[in-house]
């Protein structure tokens, strides 16, 4: 059955960074568009980056310049680097795929506070 394992979350001062990883199972990992989404407490989950299989990228202008997201097929890992850390980037993160449905994983916590 398909899986994903989000890990890398934790608490980091504004101004820091975290680099977190996707691990993906039970599906052809390289031939699928991924992304990364988040979900602050009290608003919607919202997107944040996405890959395609031919490594092009996308991102919301939130983050665009300090985070960067990107992919290992070898490993069917799906990473999202971010740097330059705000509070307002505290929220829980979510790696996600669209095959016949949405498959999330479940979630890893980033918190930004000094």
């Known amino acids: 059955q398909v899986q994903l394992v989000e890990s890398g979350g934790g608490l980091v001062q504004p101004g820091g960074s975290l680099r977190l990883s996707c691990a993906a199972s039970?599906?052809?990992?390289?031939?699928?568009?991924m992304a990364w989404y988040r979900q602050a407490p009290g608003k919607q989950r919202e997107l944040v980056a996405t890959?395609?299989?031919?490594?092009?990228?996308n991102y919301a202008d939130s983050v665009k310049g300090r985070f960067t997201i990107s992919r290992v097929n070898a490993k069917n890992t799906l990473y999202l680097q971010m740097n330059s850390l705000k509070p307002e980037d505290t929220a829980v993160y979510y790696c996600?795929?669209?095959?016949?449905?949405?498959?999330w994983g479940q979630g890893t916590q980033v918190t930004v506070s000094s």
């Open positions: 039970g599906y052809s990992f390289s031939i699928w568009a």
């Open positions: 890959i395609t299989s031919s490594h092009s990228t």
């Open positions: 996600h795929v669209k095959l016949s449905r949405d498959y």
